[in-house]
């Protein structure tokens, strides 16, 4: 039974792989960091399959007792202070967890067992200012929020120990990708939740910044499959992951509104504090090589990932349940 490490279990994708990999009959371990209150809400449905470990990618010493302790055969860092507004007021954190968080991980991999397999979730904020439309592999970075600029050294520090210590680690340039399990402060899970608060009379406006901004928006179930896939090939290389199709924020919001018959115009502020002190406008990615090397494409449709979010959202205001 292969053995795989999660960092960032309790996160969208960290819950979404664990599910996956568990299909694929992994033993699964989830390094998750020491908070005041469980945040297991995510895992609650696979927990007893899954072996939680305790571990922060600000502290080296954890990383290297976990890995000698288990022996994985496959490491996802998906661990990460992911949230790009939150980059601007705590710079230096993002910097070590993102950043450097990154090399603590890869450092503890070449002491302990160089011979394992380590992916390393890149983000296409990297591309930021974009140099070319639509972005892939090749496409120059600018990245544009603090957060974008630690991605950039993750992604490098990444292929540097790649091609100083031959390990084999790879990096996924994955677009946004978004589902019920979103957290709710990235846009696309603030509109559905919002979207079912009104519909069912428990809210009356939602606030917003940029509406014009445009983001290559899939559904994180597709995506950790790609993830997985990048590991199993024994050259290791980095692949961009993205449906090739960009929407802006106001094409959200009039697929959300209009799926339960509102007018998204009636509701929505747009509210100063919402706006970043730089902008990515436009992100598309050409997913081409990971259609070609991996056998890797998208199948959920913008129309049904907004519609599942809806769905979701509408189902858990209903029941006064938990967020995801
Ligand atoms: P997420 O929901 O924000 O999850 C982030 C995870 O990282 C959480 O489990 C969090 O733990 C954990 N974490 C944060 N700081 C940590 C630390 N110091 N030590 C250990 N764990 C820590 O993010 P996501 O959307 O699943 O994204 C997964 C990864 O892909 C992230 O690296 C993100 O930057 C990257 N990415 C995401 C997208 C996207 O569209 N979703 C696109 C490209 C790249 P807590 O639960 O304790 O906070
Ligand atoms: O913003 C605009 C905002 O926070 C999307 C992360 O997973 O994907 C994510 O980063 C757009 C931006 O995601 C609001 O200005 C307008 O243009 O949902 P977001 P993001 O910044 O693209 C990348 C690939 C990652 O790697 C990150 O980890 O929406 N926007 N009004 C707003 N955004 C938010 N959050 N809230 C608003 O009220």
Same mark, same amino acid.
């Given at each position: 039974?292969?053995?795989?490490?999660?960092?960032? +279990?309790?996160? /969208?994708?960290?819950?979404?792989?664990?599910?996956?990999?568990?299909?694929?009959?992994? *033993?699964?371990?989830?390094?998750?960091?020491?908070?005041?209150?469980?945040?297991?809400?995510? #895992?609650?449905?696979?927990?007893?399959? +899954?072996?939680?470990?305790?571990?922060?990618?600000? *502290?080296?010493?954890?990383?290297?007792?976990?890995?000698?302790?288990?022996?994985?055969?496959?490491?996802?860092?998906?661990?990460?202070?992911?949230?790009?507004?939150?980059?601007? %007021? /705590?710079?230096?954190? %993002?910097?070590?967890?993102?950043?450097?968080?990154? %090399?603590?991980?890869?450092?503890?991999?070449?002491?302990?067992?160089? /011979? +394992?397999?380590?992916?390393?979730?890149?983000?296409?904020?990297?591309?930021?200012?974009?140099?070319?439309?639509?972005?892939?592999?090749?496409?120059?970075?600018?990245?544009?929020?603090?957060?974008?600029?630690?991605?950039?050294?993750?992604?490098?520090?990444?292929?540097?120990?790649?091609?100083?210590?031959?390990?084999?680690?790879?990096?996924?340039?994955?677009?946004?990708?978004?589902?019920?399990?979103?957290?709710?402060?990235?846009?696309?899970?603030? +509109?559905?939740?919002?979207?079912?608060?009104?519909?069912?009379?428990?809210?009356?406006?939602?606030?917003?910044?940029?509406?014009?901004?445009?983001?290559?928006?899939?559904?994180?179930?597709?995506?950790? *499959?790609?993830?997985?896939?990048?590991?199993?090939?024994?050259?290791?290389?980095?692949?961009?992951?993205?449906?090739?199709?960009?929407?802006?924020?106001?094409?959200?919001?009039?697929?959300?509104?209009?799926?339960?018959? #509102? *007018?998204?115009?009636?509701?929505?502020?747009?509210?100063?504090?919402?706006?970043?002190?730089?902008?990515?406008?436009?992100?598309?990615?050409?997913?081409?090589?990971?259609?070609?090397?991996?056998?890797?494409?998208?199948?959920?449709?913008?129309?049904? #990932?907004?519609?599942?979010?809806?769905?979701?959202?509408?189902?858990?205001?209903?029941?006064?349940? %938990?967020?995801?």
């Amino acid at each position: 039974m292969p053995k795989a490490l999660i960092t960032g +279990i309790t996160g /969208q994708d960290g819950s979404y792989l664990a599910e996956f990999l568990l299909r694929q009959g992994y *033993d699964v371990v989830g390094m998750v960091r020491r908070t005041s209150t469980i945040n297991f809400h995510r #895992l609650m449905h696979i927990q007893d399959k +899954i072996t939680l470990v305790n571990g922060d990618l600000l *502290d080296q010493i954890s990383l290297i007792h976990i890995l000698e302790e288990h022996r994985h055969d496959e490491i996802y860092n998906l661990a990460a202070q992911s949230f790009v507004q939150t980059s601007w %007021t /705590q710079p230096v954190f %993002t910097g070590e967890v993102t950043a450097l968080g990154v %090399t603590r991980l890869l450092d503890a991999v070449r002491i302990v067992n160089p /011979q +394992i397999r380590f992916y390393q979730a890149s983000s296409s904020e990297m591309f930021g200012k974009v140099r070319e439309v639509p972005q892939k592999e090749t496409t120059p970075f600018y990245p544009r929020s603090p957060y974008g600029v630690a991605k950039v050294y993750g992604h490098w520090i990444t292929v540097n120990y790649r091609e100083s210590y031959n390990l084999h680690a790879v990096s996924g340039i994955l677009f946004n990708h978004e589902s019920p399990r979103r957290g709710l402060e990235f846009v696309t899970r603030k +509109i559905t939740h919002h979207v079912a608060k009104i519909k069912l009379g428990l809210a009356h406006e939602l606030r917003l910044g940029n509406l014009d901004s445009r983001r290559d928006w899939g559904f994180a179930g597709d995506y950790v *499959d790609a993830m997985w896939r990048m590991l199993q090939r024994d050259d290791p290389a980095d692949y961009v992951v993205a449906t090739g199709e960009t929407h802006s924020v106001q094409d959200f919001l009039e697929e959300a509104f209009g799926y339960v018959n #509102l *007018d998204w115009r009636d509701y929505v502020v747009q509210d100063p504090r919402f706006m970043r002190p730089a902008e990515v406008d436009l992100l598309v990615g050409d997913a081409s090589k990971a259609g070609r090397e991996l056998g890797w494409e998208p199948r959920v449709t913008f129309a049904e #990932l907004v519609r599942m979010m809806v769905d979701a959202d509408t189902k858990m205001v209903e029941d006064g349940g %938990t967020p995801m």
